[in-house]
């Protein structure tokens, strides 16, 4: 029983929250508060596993997050609702709720196919030129759909509400909320998975020394092709979440401010920290709302808070180390790997 | 004639787009370490020469103006402007890179800092000059010449020739002279350097301030040629110039031009043909495919790694 103490602890978390939101004594600000918080937890563990795991420095999560984001909404735009150039929705309204999960993986299955632009030269590319080609990727993304007039370009994309509105109809609860909460979960679960697997302890293998772990039988292709794709696919469903949580999308959303935003958070987590990386989201998006008086400011004051973040403990807040290392107790309250 | 029209625009921008190339190029050449701030620096010296510019001709309602010509204003305004923003560099060098150095911290962390640094210039210019764009100045009385058809401001032989002329000087730099020599043996290695008894810290400071003056020199231009400032102008230009400089081959300076020029030959083409929206997609993929085809840059060197 001791051992599934953190597991059931983390859904009982969840359920409250759903029911505080759904009595309202949360109100709307602080739910969309912890859907971003949600929204950067899978941006921020995703991108551990590449710019952390595999010690890469990948500078456009940004790209397969818009990416993400676009899928899934093209999905859920052209089933739910009635576009004036998609044409009227293809579904009922009844099967919103089944349609919803399908639509977010979609999205996250674009991504991961996104994620091959980067994959695919990092065979033969290191460090900085790869870091250049994530970089040029992002721009490639978002300069292709300010391109696309028949998903809005510049101006943006909306319509995702209409989904949400469905999944509403059919039950009053607070549905997105638990959506971003399940793929929060989902998230950080099968990154944790892979990173402990044998097969995933070769993406740290990779950090190391590349040569060295090919030597040691390390299939380094395939274990880029995996971190990259896995990486960018979960962006790609932070994306979906998040466009669906704003119901509206916007190329320049997702630009290399987005990218910064989420290195920054993986920096001051931690590389190769999970925990880290689920922390500094949390710290990080409370962060932003409590400087938000500061207005302009709080961009000064950001980056200068990770300046002496660099200077004065480098390795972030866990450093390369899991919660379970710096507290081994913690390790009686859970069993999975 | 409309391409020979071309051919000088495509020109013009990619003079802006090495002058920022080369100070990348330069840092990364010797210290290892990608300079993401170094985009900002140059929007630092658009700023810098507009309130020496604007000090010295007594315009835009400042009482404390000089009120000088225009020519002597420019004459004036290049060097302060090039002397100010290689302090902005070696700022940035003394307060937040070398402590890291002296740390011997991860090459990452100093890339990180770098990162944040450019956001401070940034977000800090807004805040602290509020978001209305500046106009600049007219210093330079326009020449049009106008060779069958095809038309040359006086304006854009000065850029062109300016970046020439400092590719010229920073290429004899770099091979010729012993401070040069210095600079490529730090690439080489850092830790035999002091050894041989060559100021490390120096060299670097050296090498700041070469880049950084560039970057000055560059935002100079580009504020005469395009009279409007603001604080993100900066920020796509220098990312720009930065692929610009890796599709060359990062700490090459033969490299940084070459790419420089690249990139505004793309752009101008494919402005010429497709629509302008378009411009970055077809730029940004051309160097990616040039990236897959060569992964170290035109004339990047593959080092070989030893386990």
């Known amino acids: 029983m001791q051992k599934h103490t953190f597991t059931i602890t983390m859904f009982a978390g969840m359920a409250v929250l759903a029911v505080l939101a759904q009595l309202g004594v ?64 293809l579904l009922p309204d009844s099967l919103a709720l089944l349609a919803f999960p399908l639509a977010l993986a979609a999205g996250a299955a674009v ?30 993304v978002i300069s ?11 101006r943006g994309f909306m319509g995702m509400n209409a989904t949400v509105n469905a999944m509403n109809d059919l039950v009053q609860i607070p549905w997105m909320l638990l959506w971003v909460l399940g793929g929060t979960l989902f998230s950080v679960w099968i990154l944790r998975r892979f990173v402990s697997s044998t097969l995933g302890k070769g993406v740290p293998a990779i950090a190391q020394d590349e040569i060295a772990a090919e030597i040691m039988s390390v299939d380094t292709n395939r274990m880029k092709l995996i971190a990259f794709m896995l990486s960018s696919g979960l962006a790609g469903l932070a994306g979906g979440l998040f466009a669906h949580i704003l119901g509206y999308v916007n190329p320049h959303s997702f630009d290399i401010m987005k990218s910064t935003e989420v290195m920054v958070m993986v ?22 709302e409590v400087l938000r008086p500061l207005e302009i400011w709080k961009w000064v004051v950001i980056p200068l808070l990770l300046i002496l973040l660099m200077q004065f403990r480098p390795e972030g807040i866990m450093g390369n180390k899991e919660l379970s290392d710096l507290f081994p107790k913690l390790k009686k309250y859970y069993s999975f790997k | 004639m409309e391409f020979f029209q071309h051919v000088l625009n495509a020109l013009q921008f990619g003079s802006f787009y090495a002058l920022i190339a080369l100070g990348y190029t330069l840092v990364y050449g010797v210290l290892r370490l990608i300079n993401f701030a170094h985009g900002d620096i140059f929007m630092v010296g658009a700023y810098i020469a507009y309130f020496v510019a604007i000090m010295l001709l007594g315009a835009d309602g400042v009482a404390a103006g000089a009120g000088l010509s225009p020519g002597l204003t420019l004459a004036i305004t290049v060097p302060v402007t090039m002397i100010l923003t290689s302090l902005v560099g070696v700022t940035l060098e003394r307060t937040m890179y070398r402590p890291l150095r002296r740390k011997g911290a991860d090459r990452l962390y100093v890339v990180i800092t770098a990162l944040m640094a450019g956001l401070i210039l940034e977000n800090g210019n807004l805040a602290l000059l509020g978001a209305s764009r500046k106009s600049f100045p007219e210093l330079l009385q326009k020449v049009v010449w106008t060779f069958g058809g095809v038309s040359v401001t006086n304006l854009k032989v000065i850029v062109i020739v300016a970046a020439v002329v400092v590719f010229g000087l920073l290429q004899f730099i770099v091979t010729r002279t012993k401070i040069g020599m210095a600079m490529r043996g730090i690439s080489y290695d850092k830790f035999a350097i002091p050894l041989m008894g060559i100021p490390l810290d120096t060299i670097i400071v050296f090498t700041f301030i070469l880049g950084s003056s560039m970057a000055g020199l560059a935002g100079i231009l580009f504020a005469m040629s395009y009279p409007i400032l603001e604080p993100y102008m900066g ?73």
């Open chain 1, 111 to 140: 991504a991961a196919v996104a994620g091959l632009v980067v994959a695919v030269p990092s065979f033969k590319t290191r460090g900085d030129y790869l870091a250049i080609i994530t970089l040029a990727a992002n721009y490639i």
């Open chain 1, 267 to 288: 920096y001051l987590g931690g590389m190769g920290s999970l925990s880290g990386a689920t922390l500094s989201a949390v710290l990080f998006t409370v962060l932003l």
């Open chain 1, 26 to 89: 949360i109100n709307q600000y602080l739910q969309s508060v912890i859907m971003l918080m949600g929204v950067n937890i899978i941006l921020c563990s995703s991108l551990n596993l590449v710019n952390g795991y595999m010690g890469e420095f990948s500078c456009g999560h940004g790209g397969f997050m818009c990416v993400g984001a676009y899928a899934s909404s093209l999905v859920t735009v052209l089933c739910f609702s009635k576009n004036h150039i998609l044409g009227a929705p």
């Open chain 2, 235 to 307: 920020a796509l230009i220098g990312w720009k110039a930065f692929i610009a400089a890796v599709v060359g081959g990062i700490g090459d300076i033969r490299g940084a031009i070459v790419g420089g020029f690249l990139l505004g030959f793309i752009e101008i083409g494919v402005v010429a043909v497709f629509p302008s929206t378009l411009r970055d997609l077809f730029a940004f993929s051309v160097l990616l495919g040039i990236l897959w085809l060569k992964p170290t840059g035109l004339f990047g060197v593959a080092k070989t790694t030893k386990i």
């Open chain 1, 144 to 154: 292709a759909i300010d391109n696309l007039e028949i998903i809005g370009g510049p």
